[in-house]
């Protein structure tokens, strides 16, 4: 079998990848080592992560906020075991979305370990234990990653468990240790302090959130504390071990003294590293640095021909950004001259409040000298925040001082995943605060947050504030 062009791995980046190529004419493979098609992303990481925070989110309001809304219930409890079918049926159910693109879009599907004999041949070795070989006159390695652990914690998988088992548990535990203070471990924390587990997060860090702007994670720990969960940044961790069914956390404070933490289970969330591992790289002379695969500007490897996309390169693991690189490599191989900006890729953590940031951080900005200004506009003095009961969290805006172009955009609060995408408009068509201020947003709207905060950004003068 001779192919154009063969993707190894089927997750955002690779999936896109392989339908962009098909798109403009290439005769497409992709190969994927699972029974299904989807990576992690859609089978053990954002899908399936979204879904339990949606119907934690709803028992949630429904035990703490209906009674607000004039809605009485009684007898309310979590049915666990439906709420993972449910979870399970919507990964299900977007897999076979995958499966039929690359049927409609005539792409060859292989189910697989792909590793490389050269740079124009690649094996495939079958679940079931043969294997075969296919031609290809260029190769995209899309192959996402794994999660990470840090020295002195050995995932078991039972009890000392990654995203992926967290996903599973039969249970709703009692306590939870979560390490880390990142994305992945705010999400899943928050879905079972929802259901009732008592969540500790602990952050070597002196933040959560640590990549994002500062005054995103202070807000998110405020009112991630008013509903019970406890946070311990700073903090070391040292050994987890497993005592009958209990995990005992070892750690170390700022200070150096030692701190215990224990729970049913520990839940690592400490990031993911790239999964590069028997892809025969060494046959075609590509080497890893730390298992991250080098690429020029162009995304193509030392090796002509030979792309990296997504989690494997460098930069932020985000499916959004493995998506655009996809899109982004089939285009250069069909001798188009596409373009990513980078700056303009927004970060989103799907906590509620929901959590995004694009573009320049202020300490960024500071680090750089850059003059800048700042507006800011809190939920708490929008209408429709006060209509819905959502009136935690703020739109900041990161504007030149000189230029008032818009430098970075900075979300907490109701809806936000959805509201960064006008920040990246912004940020991609070089927008002053001064054009998004001057833009009429519909009232009454979570919206019109961004607007006020450009105003405050331009002359200071927010409307409702």
Same mark, same amino acid.
Not at 269 to 278: F, K, L, M, S
Not at 419 to 444: C, G, K, N, Q, T
């Given at each position: 079998?001779?192919?154009?062009?063969?993707?190894?791995?089927?997750?955002?980046?690779?999936?896109?990848?392989?339908?962009?190529?098909?798109?403009?004419?290439?005769?497409?493979?992709?190969?994927?080592?699972?029974?299904?098609?989807?990576?992690?992303?859609?089978?053990?990481?954002?899908?399936?992560?979204?879904?339990?925070?949606?119907?934690?989110?709803? !028992?949630?309001?429904?035990?703490?906020?209906?009674?607000?809304?004039? %809605?009485?219930?009684?007898?309310?409890?979590?049915?666990?075991?439906?709420?993972?079918?449910?979870?399970?049926?919507?990964?299900?159910?977007?897999?076979?979305?995958?499966?039929?693109?690359?049927?409609?879009? =005539?792409?060859?599907?292989?189910?697989?370990?792909?590793?490389?004999?050269? /740079?124009?041949?690649?094996?495939?070795?079958?679940?079931?234990?043969?294997?075969?070989?296919?031609?290809?006159?260029?190769?995209?390695?899309?192959?996402?990653?794994?999660?990470?652990?840090?020295? &002195?914690?050995?995932?078991? =998988?039972?009890?000392?468990?990654?995203?992926?088992?967290?996903?599973?548990?039969?249970?709703?535990?009692?306590?939870?240790?979560? %390490?880390?203070?990142?994305?992945?471990?705010?999400?899943?924390?928050?879905?079972?302090?929802?259901? &009732?587990?008592?969540?500790?997060?602990?952050?070597?860090?002196?933040?959560?959130?640590?990549?994002?702007?500062?005054?995103? &994670? =202070?807000?998110?720990?405020?009112?991630?504390?008013?509903?019970?969960?406890? !946070?311990?940044?700073?903090?070391?961790?040292?050994?987890?071990?497993?005592?009958?069914?209990?995990? %005992?956390? +070892?750690?170390?404070?700022?200070?150096?003294?030692?701190?215990?933490?224990?729970?049913?289970?520990?839940?690592?969330?400490?990031?993911?590293?790239?999964?590069?591992?028997?892809?025969?790289?060494?046959?075609?002379?590509?080497?890893?640095?730390?298992?991250?695969?080098?690429?020029?500007?162009?995304?193509?490897?030392?090796?002509?021909?030979?792309?990296?996309?997504?989690?494997?390169?460098?930069?932020?693991?985000?499916?959004?950004?493995?998506?655009?690189?996809?899109?982004?490599?089939?285009?250069?191989?069909?001798?188009?001259?596409?373009?990513?900006?980078?700056?303009?890729?927004?970060?989103?953590?799907?906590?509620?409040?929901?959590?995004?940031?694009?573009?320049?951080?202020?300490?960024?900005?500071?680090?750089?000298?850059?003059?800048?200004?700042? &507006?800011?506009?809190?939920?708490?003095?929008?209408?429709?925040?006060?209509?819905?009961?959502?009136?935690?969290? !703020?739109?900041?805006?990161?504007?030149?001082?000189?230029?008032?172009?818009?430098?970075?955009?900075?979300?907490?609060?109701?809806?936000?995943?959805?509201?960064? +995408?006008?920040?990246?408009?912004?940020?991609?068509?070089? /927008?002053?605060?001064?054009?998004?201020?001057?833009?009429?947003?519909?009232?009454?709207?979570?919206?019109?947050?961004?607007?006020? /905060?450009?105003?405050?950004?331009?002359?200071?003068?927010?409307?409702?504030?």
């Amino acid at each position: 079998m001779k192919y154009d062009v063969t993707i190894i791995g089927s997750g955002p980046g690779g999936y896109v990848a392989a339908i962009r190529c098909a798109q403009l004419g290439m005769k497409t493979a992709i190969i994927e080592r699972y029974p299904t098609l989807g990576g992690t992303c859609l089978n053990v990481g954002c899908i399936p992560s979204k879904a339990l925070l949606d119907s934690s989110e709803h !028992f949630h309001l429904a035990k703490h906020s209906f009674d607000l809304h004039g %809605i009485n219930i009684s007898g309310l409890k979590v049915d666990f075991t439906q709420m993972i079918k449910r979870k399970n049926d919507v990964v299900s159910q977007t897999c076979e979305g995958v499966k039929y693109l690359m049927k409609k879009n =005539k792409i060859d599907v292989h189910h697989g370990h792909g590793s490389f004999i050269n /740079a124009k041949k690649i094996e495939i070795s079958l679940p079931d234990g043969p294997k075969k070989t296919i031609e290809s006159e260029k190769t995209i390695i899309a192959t996402g990653s794994k999660p990470s652990s840090i020295p &002195g914690v050995d995932i078991d =998988k039972e009890r000392i468990i990654t995203s992926t088992e967290a996903l599973t548990l039969n249970e709703i535990p009692k306590e939870m240790v979560v %390490i880390g203070g990142g994305v992945i471990g705010l999400e899943l924390g928050q879905v079972y302090a929802r259901l &009732g587990t008592k969540v500790r997060v602990v952050e070597y860090f002196d933040s959560i959130l640590p990549t994002m702007d500062r005054s995103l &994670g =202070k807000e998110l720990q405020r009112v991630l504390k008013k509903m019970g969960m406890e !946070f311990f940044l700073s903090h070391k961790v040292k050994s987890a071990t497993v005592e009958k069914k209990k995990v %005992i956390i +070892a750690a170390e404070n700022k200070k150096g003294e030692g701190v215990t933490f224990e729970g049913d289970y520990c839940l690592v969330a400490v990031g993911r590293r790239p999964y590069t591992e028997n892809l025969g790289l060494e046959n075609i002379g590509i080497q890893t640095a730390n298992g991250v695969v080098p690429v020029n500007s162009h995304l193509e490897t030392s090796v002509p021909g030979i792309y990296a996309i997504g989690d494997v390169i460098r930069g932020a693991m985000l499916a959004h950004k493995a998506e655009e690189e996809g899109v982004f490599a089939a285009e250069t191989m069909a001798g188009q001259k596409p373009h990513i900006n980078y700056l303009a890729i927004p970060g989103v953590v799907y906590t509620w409040p929901e959590v995004a940031g694009v573009g320049h951080t202020e300490d960024a900005l500071k680090a750089d000298g850059r003059a800048y200004k700042v &507006g800011s506009f809190p939920f708490k003095a929008l209408g429709r925040a006060r209509a819905a009961n959502e009136t935690d969290g !703020f739109v900041k805006i990161l504007a030149d001082k000189q230029t008032d172009e818009i430098l970075g955009v900075h979300m907490i609060g109701a809806r936000i995943a959805d509201l960064i +995408a006008e920040a990246v408009v912004a940020l991609e068509y070089r /927008a002053s605060a001064e054009d998004i201020a001057r833009i009429s947003h519909a009232h009454p709207t979570f919206t019109e947050a961004i607007k006020e /905060a450009c105003l405050a950004a331009t002359e200071n003068r927010p409307i409702h504030m």
